[in-house]
């Protein structure tokens, strides 16, 4: 069984868009849909099992553009390290069965009762260069994603792109990347330049819109590329004056968007990828 | 009648900590609270008139530490840029007839329906230069607020020091500074080089912590000191080796706070910034 015939061809569907898809399902809409590529969740892979997974997305011939997510290098005691290590290592052995070259990190926040913020950004240093060197081995690389500011208390203390690019630069390219999440990074006054500096170290970019009002659930509140207030065009011209030219990942967490039949989803993803990001 | 004896001396009460206090409520609560400044708001003042409200704190003996606010300088039309200018005018008027020097800038945030990030910060240049020599004649600082970048597309283009920096060096110190708000600035990795940069041009500083989850409406998620996430300690020492020595300035938006009895919202104020400050 082969891909169908593709209109957009550097689009791929994060798993997490289709929320209340399963692992199978969602390979199916993005054959339906001629999406080529799709970004897997650890979770919804382990439902089907890392080989039976594997196996399904090769067979149906898609790309797996990331997986997410490894991360959460912040814990201040030894168990804790030890136990994030011994985690990120699966995340990576799991990346490298699946057949994709980049495993996304969410670093962590602040540790309990922590207000320690750079104790904390040292231990992400510390933890990463004791998973580079496997990184590479496997041939799958860390992309360190900066997250938005609002979530460093208790999702990532790397908070900008440069932040990121800071820490990767510390290790060979092909093991530590960034991710280029235009929700995260979109306000950013030095983005443009950041994402010219960034050039080969860009393992991912995954887009998805500023909408407002933020929700109950600040997680929640990301829309359809052209939903809000992102400027697509130019972001994707900066990535690609940069040297990117891998998958562009959908990436949306959003109850009504969750809630509505996934094939829709993928309808308005194509349409607006198209609109917003890249002519057909 | 006098201020009574003070202990915590630099501290100011933002008007905005103790919303549901009319202005002489709020004079009279810093006095019985041994509060030697105050941090008024320009809605505040129209409901006492400001020529009665100068009058009313400087008979009180109660220092202005800022006047909050300006800005809001992103119309990209002739009339919505004329009608800022103006209302910008009025509002440095005011500050010097109330007896302080620093006029808190909120930028402002994209324009409706606009995605140009950088020509709604570059507007803002353009207006600053237009109402910097202004403020220069009559002795008021215009305090460029950067805020939180969850605050971005809606509220303020400007969303680190070092942005807002960028911005007032253009101007003579004397007439263009910034505000250092712990809430807005807290996660940007970095703030310390930052702070430091920012010496003479500090204007004024800002504090409330940093909480979680951030309530429905994101504007009312601040915290008393020490009920969050942010290092106090350490960023009042980076603010004072940069040297600044003015009012640090309790700004908080909270509803529980707001409907907490104002005495008791003071008697917090002063025990937790002896605690996480200024020891006493």
């Not at 919804?44 to 011939?61: D, I």
């Not at 960034?178 to 050039?199: K, M, N, T």
Request: charged share 20%; with cysteine; glycine share 8%.
């Amino acid at each position: 069984m082969s891909a169908q015939p593709v209109s957009p061809s550097r689009l791929s569907l994060n798993q997490i868009t289709t929320k209340n898809w399963s692992l199978p399902e969602a390979v199916q809409g993005c054959l339906d849909a001629g999406i080529p590529a799709i970004g897997l969740w650890r979770d919804k892979v382990a439902e089907t099992g890392v080989a039976e997974a594997a196996k399904l997305v090769r067979e149906a011939g898609l790309a797996v553009s990331t997986l997410c997510r490894g991360g959460f290098l912040t814990a201040p005691d030894p168990d804790g390290r030890h136990a994030a290590l011994a985690e990120n290592l699966r995340a990576l052995d799991e990346a490298a069965e699946l057949g994709t070259d980049t495993l996304v990190l969410v670093v962590g926040g602040l540790p309990d009762g922590s207000r320690d913020l750079v104790g904390a950004r040292e231990r992400v240093a510390e933890l990463l260069a004791e998973l580079a060197p496997h990184a590479g081995d496997l041939g799958v690389r860390l992309a360190i994603e900066p997250l938005h500011p609002m979530f460093c208390a208790d999702r990532a203390v790397v908070s900008t792109l440069g932040q990121a690019l800071d820490l990767a630069e510390r290790f060979p390219v092909e093991q530590v990347g960034v991710v280029v999440d235009s929700y995260h990074v979109w306000w950013d006054p030095e983005l443009a330049s950041q994402i010219a500096r960034a050039g080969a170290r860009i393992a991912s970019y995954q887009v998805c819109d500023w909408t407002l009002p933020l929700p109950a659930d600040a997680l929640l509140g990301r829309g359809h590329v052209g939903d809000g207030h992102i400027d697509f065009r130019t972001m994707t011209e900066q990535v690609t004056a940069a040297g990117y030219t891998g998958w562009i990942e959908v990436e949306i967490f959003n109850d009504t968007i969750w809630n509505t039949p996934g094939a829709d989803t993928l309808r308005t993803m194509i349409e607006r990828h198209h609109a917003h990001v890249e002519a057909p």
